[in-house]
């Protein structure tokens, strides 16, 4: 059965302060691995990884993957209450049907950044 | 914007009634998901679309039913709610050669009493 497993589960800090948010994954068929952010309605897109090793940067969000270890994460920097949200990490794997993807997302990490 | 649109956004209704959500897209992708999102779960695949009249089952399709006769419209059904099915549904696509980003419609939030 795929899994993906998110750590921690809720986090608050400061503004200010700089997190770094897990992602593990045992799937089949592996394809890439995404992040999203959810405030309070649909995920928006944040990465798509799907190398191992290489960095990839939006400001002050990073995330790299490693697909050895199967796993991610996702660095916030300077972090500013606008970043309160659900994190989000899926992992696409290909599914038999006329070469459809799924994406099996984790629980997500709730981030509470306090003034 | 990626062009989806679900229907309706808010409903109630009681145990044993059948509920129908429409998913709706401008941008003719060939793929359409379905997700329900409860606490603790994350998003959940229902069932997903690779065409019209192409359909298959996600991780959880027990009580659920979709069609697909037009490229734009998804549709979700419950034959005969049940409380379990109280959840967000989130409708998604994925444009054609990417290799797994999903766009993902507003939500429509279900309360079955």
């Known amino acids: 059965e795929d899994k993906v497993v998110q750590s921690p589960l809720s986090l608050v800090v400061h503004e200010g302060d700089t997190v770094t948010l897990n992602c593990s994954y045992e799937?089949?068929?592996?394809?890439?691995l995404l992040w999203y952010k959810q405030e309070k309605k649909a995920p928006t897109f944040l990465f798509m990884l799907?190398?191992?090793?290489i960095e990839k940067k939006s400001g002050r969000l990073s995330s790299i993957l490693d697909k050895k270890e199967l796993f991610s994460i996702l660095n916030i920097t300077a972090t500013q209450t606008g970043d309160s949200a659900v994190y989000l990490c899926?992992?696409?794997?290909?599914?038999?049907?006329?070469?459809?993807?799924?994406?099996?997302f984790g629980s997500g990490t709730q981030l509470t950044v306090l003034p | 914007d990626a062009g989806i649109t679900q229907s309706p956004r808010h409903k109630v209704t009681e145990t044993g009634t059948p509920v129908t959500l429409r998913c709706h897209q401008t941008?003719?992708?060939?793929?359409m998901y379905w997700y329900r999102q409860d606490p603790g779960h994350g998003l959940r695949l229902i069932h997903y679309?690779?065409?019209?009249?192409?359909?298959d089952k996600g991780e959880v399709s027990d009580g659920y039913s979709v069609s697909r006769s037009k490229t734009e419209d998804f549709l979700l059904t419950l034959e005969s709610a049940t409380s379990s099915q109280t959840s967000v549904y989130f409708c998604?696509?994925?444009?054609?050669?990417?290799?797994?980003?999903?766009?993902f419609g507003e939500g429509s939030r279900l309360t079955v009493l």
């Open positions: 998604a696509i994925r444009p054609s050669g990417n290799t797994g980003e999903l766009f």
């Open positions: 799937v089949t068929n592996f394809r890439s």
């Open positions: 799907t190398s191992s090793g």
């Open positions: 899926a992992v696409a794997n290909l599914i038999s049907s006329g070469s459809a993807r799924q994406l099996t």
């Open positions: 941008e003719n992708h060939r793929y």
């Open positions: 679309s690779y065409g019209v009249k192409d359909t």
